[in-house]
């Protein structure tokens, strides 16, 4: 896929890859460089740790899930 550059310095993400990964409109990315590269990765939400059976999740449980998610990050 290819995308163009505004004169403001935004592209738009395919309506394809949005599909895919679940973007909607307000959505968080994290961006960065990894060497010539520009990487964007969706910053995890309340919503996303529902997914994962947070919402049944102890306290404890809930700990493990945001400490994966952070090592994921990094």
């Known amino acids: 896929m290819e995308v163009t550059i505004t004169r403001k310095g935004q592209v738009t993400i395919p ?20 060497d010539d590269k520009i990487i964007m990765k969706p910053i995890p ?7 994962t059976g947070a919402s049944k999740a102890t306290p ?12 994921e990050d990094t």
């Open 60 to 71: 404890e449980k809930m700990k493990k899930m945001l400490d994966k998610l952070r090592e």
């Open 15 to 34: 309506a394809k890859i949005r599909r895919k990964l679940g973007l909607e409109k307000g959505r968080k990315l994290a961006i960065w460089l990894e």
């Open 45 to 51: 939400t309340i919503f996303d740790l529902g997914r």
